[in-house]
């Protein structure tokens, strides 16, 4: 008994990791199409000032719209192309495609926020990231002053040297650094005087935290002391709730992104927000999910 128990486990296993492995195959051979095919979008999400609700910046985020398949997340072909290194000529269309847009928006005669882009550990390590931006922006005539690079902390202490030399360039081009999912990374604080960092992102994981449990907002409480400390800005994301906005509000946080102030949007429903003036609390606004 325990044998046949056995096998169809076995037969089980085996069927599954092949249709696995297939689709996974499928998904690298689609995505390496992806570009040619102009299958890729951003998306935005507003950033706005916790006190005023203005609209500060946006983040780009990234969608795939993959042929006969619908919205891909990034959760799921990020890291795929990070193992095939296509990530890097995906990293360069993000920022190209960032500073159309701006151009776009100035064109338009509208005042363009702030637009985050992230970048991967591979192109950071691979990719020029300082001739690119710099080739984008001018291309495009785009003020330094309304890109921001958002970084994790592990890619930032692979080779330190190196990391300063880069961000050293980043910085003499007039752009913003900040450090992405703030808290989550294997690394030493020692790296926040050492490079020139702007902004601190506190990860979701800390703010989902806050009103859940006793002194659950301890940690994105102290990443907003070190940072003023620092004298570096505070974005808190994934803000959900008026809770965890009032809570973050009394404590300083500088800016809110968040489904509370609007999920990522497409360019067109982003535009609407920016005519509309200052945003309200509206968690409804924005098409993604
Ligand atoms: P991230 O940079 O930390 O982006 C924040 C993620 O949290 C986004 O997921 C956003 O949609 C989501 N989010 C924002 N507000 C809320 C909220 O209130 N609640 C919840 N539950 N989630 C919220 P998304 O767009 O799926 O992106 C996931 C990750 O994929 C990003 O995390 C980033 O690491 C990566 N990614 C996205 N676009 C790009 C890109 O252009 N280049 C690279 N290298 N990575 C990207
Ligand atoms: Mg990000
Ligand atoms: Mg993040
Ligand atoms: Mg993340």
Redesign the pocket.
Request: aromatic share 6%.
């Given at each position: 008994r325990a044998k046949e128990e056995g096998r169809n486990g076995f037969c089980f296993y085996t069927r599954d990791l092949n249709t696995d492995a297939k689709a996974k195959l499928e998904l690298e051979a689609a995505l390496s199409h992806a570009l040619e095919r102009d299958e890729f979008v951003?998306?935005y999400?507003p950033q706005v000032d916790a006190r005023t609700g203005r609209m500060a910046g946006v983040?780009?985020?990234?969608?795939w719209n993959r042929r006969g398949a619908g919205m891909v997340?990034?959760?799921q072909f990020?890291p795929l192309a990070?193992r095939s290194g296509l990530?890097v000529a995906?990293?360069n269309w993000?920022i190209e495609a960032a500073c159309r847009q701006i151009r776009t928006w100035l064109d338009a005669g509208v005042k363009p926020p702030r637009v985050a882009?992230?970048?991967?550990a591979r192109?950071f390590a691979e990719g020029d990231l300082d001739v690119v931006l710099r080739g984008a922006m001018r291309r495009h005539r785009v003020p330094a002053a309304l890109i921001e690079v958002?970084l994790?902390e592990s890619m930032l202490v692979h080779d330190p040297d190196k990391t300063e030399i880069l961000l050293s360039r980043l910085k003499a081009l007039g752009i913003r650094l900040s450090l992405?999912?703030f808290g989550t990374g294997y690394s030493s604080l020692g790296y926040l005087q050492r490079f020139p960092i702007d902004t601190l992102?506190i990860?979701?994981s800390f703010i989902r935290r806050i009103g859940t449990q006793p002194d659950g907002g301890a940690l994105a409480d102290a990443v907003i002391a070190l940072a003023h400390r620092l004298n570096l800005r505070v974005i808190a994301?994934?803000?959900?709730t008026p809770q965890q906005h009032q809570h973050l509000l009394d404590q300083g946080c500088d800016e809110i992104?968040?489904?509370?102030f609007g999920?990522?949007m497409p360019a067109p429903d982003l535009l609407e927000r920016l005519a509309g003036g200052a945003c309200s609390i509206s968690g409804n606004v924005g098409t993604?999910d």
């Amino acid at each position: 008994r325990a044998k046949e128990e056995g096998r169809n486990g076995f037969c089980f296993y085996t069927r599954d990791l092949n249709t696995d492995a297939k689709a996974k195959l499928e998904l690298e051979a689609a995505l390496s199409h992806a570009l040619e095919r102009d299958e890729f979008v951003l998306h935005y999400q507003p950033q706005v000032d916790a006190r005023t609700g203005r609209m500060a910046g946006v983040e780009a985020l990234l969608r795939w719209n993959r042929r006969g398949a619908g919205m891909v997340s990034p959760g799921q072909f990020i890291p795929l192309a990070e193992r095939s290194g296509l990530i890097v000529a995906i990293g360069n269309w993000v920022i190209e495609a960032a500073c159309r847009q701006i151009r776009t928006w100035l064109d338009a005669g509208v005042k363009p926020p702030r637009v985050a882009v992230n970048v991967s550990a591979r192109q950071f390590a691979e990719g020029d990231l300082d001739v690119v931006l710099r080739g984008a922006m001018r291309r495009h005539r785009v003020p330094a002053a309304l890109i921001e690079v958002e970084l994790t902390e592990s890619m930032l202490v692979h080779d330190p040297d190196k990391t300063e030399i880069l961000l050293s360039r980043l910085k003499a081009l007039g752009i913003r650094l900040s450090l992405d999912d703030f808290g989550t990374g294997y690394s030493s604080l020692g790296y926040l005087q050492r490079f020139p960092i702007d902004t601190l992102k506190i990860d979701q994981s800390f703010i989902r935290r806050i009103g859940t449990q006793p002194d659950g907002g301890a940690l994105a409480d102290a990443v907003i002391a070190l940072a003023h400390r620092l004298n570096l800005r505070v974005i808190a994301e994934g803000v959900e709730t008026p809770q965890q906005h009032q809570h973050l509000l009394d404590q300083g946080c500088d800016e809110i992104q968040g489904y509370l102030f609007g999920k990522p949007m497409p360019a067109p429903d982003l535009l609407e927000r920016l005519a509309g003036g200052a945003c309200s609390i509206s968690g409804n606004v924005g098409t993604d999910d």
